[in-house]
């Protein structure tokens, strides 16, 4: 039933306790549950003391969840659920302080995304993740994995990989390995100019920053090499060779020119 969704239903509860553990749940603090389906994760986040505020897409477990409260096999004054897309969902219009969830592998990118630039109430954020995007999130500056979604992550976060979970623990096994991924707040989202020059820097990745830079800006080379004067950057390097720090410098002097 979760499968044509991209959900793959963790079934291990000693992951479940891992997962609640990286959260350091305080007594009626509000957790953002993405995902929840049958509430598997849901009921140690209860158990934990957390009052939880689950959005799930599919109909069908939403009855599930529904029918749980009922049943009281979860506390009725202790989990909100709303049937909602999370990609269309309000972040401003509920309260929490944490976020968590067993995501949906087709769209892990876009929900850490969406978290990352739409939400500043969260402070720590724990997720069930495609393996491969736990590394992207966690590299370092000129390493393989090292991406613009790695620059999106460290750009508000402290990302560490909690723990790397088999395949056999979810039913359906997904084809992929995974991983638990924890995000520390630690810092305000910068400005959508800031992505934009990631954006355009990392759009042919193999290339030197200068040949996306130009051609998109339609800027001269000499008119480039000033600004990478300016801004304390090497010359000829490619996308993944240079930190947050370097592109908060080219978006600054980008704007200070009028060229963004």
């Known amino acids: ?13 000693l992951i479940a306790d891992k997962i609640v553990a990286q959260l350091a749940i305080k007594k009626s603090e509000n957790i953002l549950e993405i995902g ?34 009922k049943k009281a096999d979860f506390n009725k004054k202790k989990i909100d659920i709303y049937h909602e897309d999370f990609m269309e969902f309000d972040l401003a219009g509920v309260e929490y302080s944490k976020i968590c969830g067993n995501l949906p592998y087709h769209l892990t990118g876009k929900i850490i995304e969406k978290i990352i630039k739409k939400s500043k109430k969260w402070n720590i954020a724990v997720f069930m993740v495609p393996l491969a995007v736990a590394e992207r999130a966690v590299a370092q500056p000129a390493s393989s994995n090292y991406s613009a979604f790695s620059i999106l992550c460290r750009s508000v976060s402290y990302p560490e990989i909690a723990l790397k979970v088999d395949r056999n623990n979810f039913s359906p096994p997904p084809k992929i390995e995974s991983a638990v991924i924890k995000f520390t707040r630690i810092k305000e989202p910068p400005s959508e100019s800031f992505f934009k020059i990631v954006s ?14 130009c051609s998109y800006f339609d800027l001269s080379t000499d008119e480039f ?12 390097l490619r996308p993944h060779q240079l930190d947050i720090e370097s592109y908060k410098n080219l978006t600054e002097i980008f704007i200070k020119r009028g060229v963004l």
Do not use: C, W
């Open 36 to 69: 929840p389906g049958k509430g598997f994760l849901t009921a140690y986040l209860i158990e934990a003391g957390a009052h939880v505020v689950a959005v799930e897409i599919d109909e069908d477990m939403v009855k599930y969840l529904r029918q749980s409260k």
């Open 1 to 13: 039933m979760g499968e044509p969704l991209g959900q793959h239903f963790l079934e291990n509860p």
């Open 225 to 236: 090499k000033d600004i990478l004067t300016e801004a304390g950057v090497k010359p000829g």
């Open 200 to 213: 355009v820097a990392f759009s042919r990745k193999r290339k030197k920053i200068k040949n996306n830079f």
